[in-house]
């Protein structure tokens, strides 16, 4: 059986998560909230087309790849930087290269029983954010 992302995740706890924020430019104040936050995330899986959705009560942000499939991510509300992002499959996890102005940027996703685990890169910085099944 395939990994299946769809479902609705909480956030539990997160690692790191200042340095990624400070590698990627943000500014102090909005680190400070950013810091604070327990966002959401829904993600929606047909085959290899996602959407994941995190929400939060600061910003939001939307994303939507199929596997894959190079395309154009504006990061609107994050730091804002354009860069041409790719999608693939690494055995059950997602990993998502952000090909921009920052060296070493992306993510990857995976499961491990109820929790579905992010780790963020930037430049030499790695934050790691946990969410369980909600
Ligand atoms: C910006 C950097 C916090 C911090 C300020 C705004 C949206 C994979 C991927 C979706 C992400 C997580 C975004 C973290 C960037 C923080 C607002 C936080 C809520 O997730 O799930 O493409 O990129």
Not at 67 to 92: A, H, P, Q, Y
Request: with cysteine; proline share 1%.
């Amino acid at each position: 059986m395939p990994v299946d992302f769809n479902g609705t995740w909480n956030f539990v706890r997160s690692e790191n998560f200042e340095s990624y924020m400070l590698a990627l430019g943000i500014d102090f104040a909005t680190r400070k909230i950013a810091n604070l936050l327990k966002p959401q995330k829904v993600i929606k899986q047909e085959g290899d087309s996602f959407s994941i959705s995190t929400t939060s009560t600061f910003r939001n942000y939307f994303v939507q790849f199929k596997i894959g499939e190079e395309f154009d991510e504006d990061n609107k509300g994050l730091d804002n930087r354009k860069c041409t992002s790719v999608v693939t499959w690494d055995n059950d996890k997602i990993v998502c290269v952000q090909n921009g102005e920052k060296r070493n940027r992306g993510w990857t996703h995976w499961i491990e029983g109820d929790e579905l685990y992010l780790e963020l890169c930037c430049e030499d910085q790695i934050s790691r954010q946990v969410f369980k099944r909600g």
